[in-house]
């Protein structure tokens, strides 16, 4: 008994091994093989990154009598990476915020002002990535010249 048992498990360890290669192919009524058209996949649609805010530091330089009273002044753009950002500074003891936007050309101009009512005006030129210079009018009759960009 021991030795058709033994027969046997052989010949199904056999069997089994021979098997593991195997696959299934659809057949038609006939016994031909069926063959299925590839079904195309959709392509893989991702979406750009969304633009990160980054910060550039701008200096203003005075340019008048009125703006070296207060000296140089250092500002902050955080640009959207758009055309357009957020303006800020410090000027004289206020806090001033407002935009600076890029125009066609290269051209932009940045607006900000303060609570207590001083206000600011630049006009600048894109130079290369990031970096440009122009000039800034406070109502108070500073005058700057601004650089930005390293």
Do not use: W
Not at 57 to 86: C, F, W
Request: net charge positive; charged share 10%.
């Amino acid at each position: 008994m021991k030795l058709k048992s033994l027969v046997a498990s052989g010949a199904a360890a056999c069997a089994a091994a021979s098997l593991g290669g195997c696959y299934v192919v659809p057949v038609d009524h006939r016994g031909n093989p069926v063959y299925y058209p590839a079904v195309p996949s959709a392509p893989v649609v991702t979406a750009a990154p969304a633009p990160v805010p980054a910060p550039i530091q701008v200096r203003l330089y005075p340019a008048n009598e009125m703006a070296s009273k207060t000296g140089p002044l250092t500002a902050v753009v955080i640009d959207n990476a758009n055309g357009h950002g957020t303006f800020q500074l410090h000027y004289a003891g206020e806090y001033m915020t407002g935009e600076a936007t890029r125009l066609r050309g290269g051209q932009g101009v940045a607006n900000a002002a303060s609570s207590g009512g001083t206000f600011m005006k630049c006009n600048y030129t894109v130079t290369a990535n990031s970096r440009g210079t122009g000039n800034c009018n406070f109502s108070n009759g500073a005058q700057y010249q601004l650089h930005f960009g390293s």
